[in-house]
């Protein structure tokens, strides 16, 4: 008993010593970072609460995103998506008009809040700056006729396809197909396998084109038909019947969608486009906001759920993407 | 144990023979101990087509000699690149030449041309608070003797040398006003130093940015030159340096003062015949067309690839007068996320856009 004691007492020491160490390491951590760092503070959040207004700087140059109406003031999807967040929050938007290329550096200066802007996520700034979920995804779907799709979507390649993409998804790299990771060269090899011999339409040159490129090398019997433009790529699949899937941006292929649906009548299955799995080639769209806005994050995230589960990013889409 | 004793010296010797021979053996090494590979050359159509590469920032030897054989498989025979003088002589006196020697060995392995382009001022050699892009009167021999050194550390493997880049450009001349007279100074100064180093070089000036601007910020290209002439720069460069960005129009869109377009290239080329140098040559060492999704100066990525070919043909078969086309870009060590990213030829992973695999089909016939 007396040596336990003994023991315990002599373990004393050492714990001091790793407590100490311990402090020094997150003093040293903290002074390096440039000081403590609080999770709960957010002076952009408090400094939006005092003003009462939430400064979104915009390059109102890319519609239907944003673009300047006919009366020369800032309109479009992230315009209106903005709007909401504020609505919420009991704040006044205040839109910032700024060139793109500016954007990020105009927040890392205090000069705005927070960037709506069809802004592509960049992981090389995630120290610099905090990011949202992505509320839009613009990169390049492959979609096929809804009446060919379920034929598609029986096949076991279509399966295993469909377990990679979710795989990917899960491990943050939706789309994402510059690092060639296995799960990557997995879903271009099904992906491939899904359209052997089919003919894909594509834009010429563009990046729907380059992914038909890839998925080529790996089964030749792929036949791309590259078209001048997203419109043309669209009309030719209506137009020949031999095309058995496209390569294209999810913006396009919304406002097809959309031009369906707003015609009044169901889409006609022959014609009707479907896409098939999460985006190819991702480029998905996020607000970035100043570095470590942990609320401000946590408000917009929140709120994005929120948005999509009611349907009202939906409702954005179906404004904004119609004809 | 006496014998044992005396063969130490023996042994300490044969280490000592043996450490040095490996040390000379690596010294000699003309490849500086790069992982070169064989040999190569550039089969192509066309031998004007080039490419201005950005290795500049690319630290993986693997990377660079991955992005030279892309080129080289492209069918492109010369290459435009940056050597900046603050990454080689940071330090004044001390030179690092370890970046630049891998990137020019890897080149010619290739069977590339290299086009050296220099400037970047080092901290040393300018004020407090300028950018490296600011070069007083007073540092233009620094300047000199830096090229002077890069000559002849390169004489065998550097045929063409560019001095400076953009001056027409406040931003490009350190934000000071812009002025073709001092641009002629500094090369009255850097010309003869080159020259000097290795007679054999080439040494191209100009290197204007396209412009209509005429203000506190930039200079019209084509006054620029003329005033460039007027001040004397005719003795003081072999070959003129052209930037011709296509914006939005196609390669047959003809030449127009109040234009910038491809044959803007032939305004320039007017003026070098006007002044008296219809004997030398040209080459675009930066250029091309954009297909950026929302820049109002791109083309669709279509567009793109035919201009971009049709450039190449234009070259080849109507300027005589024009040695070589290198757009810009090859591909970026890392995304700008912005308009630049859609100059590039390959992404920063390498995968080959459809503009690179299709200029590739018209140069070698390959896909």
Known sequence: ?323 | MKQKHAAYPWLVLVALLLGASVIISLADRADGGFDLGPQRTVRTNNPKIGIHTRLTDEVEEVKIRKSLEMVREMGATWIVEYFPWAYVENERGVYKWNHSDMVIQHAQRQGLTTIARLGFVPEWARPQETTPLYLAPDQFSAFGDFAAKFATRYADQVSHIIIWNEPNLGMEWGYQPVSPEQYVEMLRVVYPRIKAANPDVQVLAGALAPTLANDQSAMNDLLFLQRMYDAGAAQYFDILAIHAYGWNFPPDEPPNPAVVNLRRSELLRDIMVDNGDAHKTAMLTEGGWNDHPRWTRAVRPGQRIDYTIEAYEIALNEWDWLESVNPWVFRYPWDAKSYQDYYTFVRTDFEPKPIYSEVKRYATGME
């Open chain 1, 1 to 323: 008993m007396s040596e336990e004691k003994n023991a315990s007492r002599a373990l004393h020491p050492l714990l001091y010593l790793l407590i100490g160490s311990l402090l020094a390491l997150l003093l040293a951590k903290a002074i390096s970072s440039g000081g403590f760092f609080f999770p709960f503070s957010d002076p952009t959040w408090s400094a939006m609460q005092s003003r009462g207004t939430w400064r979104v700087g915009m390059d109102p140059s890319f519609p239907p995103f944003e673009s300047l109406d006919a009366e020369g003031k800032p309109a479009g999807y992230d315009l209106d998506l903005a709007q909401l967040f504020a609505d919420e929050w009991g704040l006044q938007l205040e839109i910032v008009p700024i060139g793109f290329d500016s954007l990020l550096d105009a927040l890392r200066t205090g000069q705005i809040d927070s960037v709506i802007s069809a802004l592509p996520f960049d992981p090389r700034t995630t120290q610099d700056v905090t990011y949202s979920e992505p509320y839009f995804e613009a990169g390049i779907r492959l979609a096929v006729r809804s009446s060919d799709a379920e034929q598609m979507r029986s096949t076991d390649v279509f399966e295993e396809l469909s377990r990679d993409m979710t795989a990917s998804a899960a491990n943050g790299n939706e789309g994402n197909n510059n690092e060639s990771n296995g799960t990557s060269i997995q879903i271009r090899k099904n992906m491939a396998a899904l359209l052997s011999g089919k003919e894909v339409a594509v834009e010429w040159g563009s990046m729907g084109d380059m992914v038909g490129r890839q998925l080529q090398r790996i089964d030749p019997t792929i036949e791309l038909l590259p078209y001048e433009t997203p419109n043309e790529v669209i009309i030719a699949l209506q137009d020949n019947s031999n095309i058995g899937a496209v390569l294209i941006d999810n913006i396009t292929l919304l406002q097809f969608q959309r031009s369906q649906l707003q015609s009044g009548q169901s889409p006609n299955p022959a014609s009707a486009l479907i896409e098939i799995g999460p985006a190819v080639e991702g480029n998905p769209y996020v607000i970035a906001m100043p570095y470590r806005s942990s609320k401000l994050q946590t408000e917009i995230n929140y709120l994005l759920q929120m948005f999509q589960a009611s349907g009202r990013l939906s409702d954005l889409e179906q404004i904004w993407f119609s004809p």
